[in-house]
């Protein structure tokens, strides 16, 4: 976590041309110092009630509707599951386990996929992969519950 002093919330905003609140800083304060959890809205409000309680779960999910409209965050979609909110926007992919929801990023080299889906005529926006599995803690409990 040392990268954390140089890190900051206020010119990514202003890059984006937000508004700079109180509020909007706590959100991607919270969002960077959860590392690679891939939060739910849920799970940043829950987290940034202990510093901010009078934070509505409302402002939480708007600052995060505008986050996503300016494109420095990206949502990750999981059927009827709640959305998970990743702050890495630089291209990448996913590791997840299965057993207890971890998800890391991984990078991959390009894949040329244009092939496949001009075949459907398809109009694509984005694409990525998810590498399902066991993560290495849990695999490290099975061992031990293995002995
Ligand atoms: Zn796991
Ligand atoms: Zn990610």
Redesign the pocket.
Known sequence: MHMQEEWDATPILKAAELRVTPQRVAILETMKQMG?V?PTAEEIYSHLKNHFPAISFATVYNALKSFLDADIIHELRYGDKASRY?L?TVN?H?LICDRCGM?M?VYLPEIDISAAVQEHHFDMRSYHIEVRGLCKNCRDLDVRKAD
């Open positions: 690679q891939h990743d890495n990448h996913h998800m990023d």
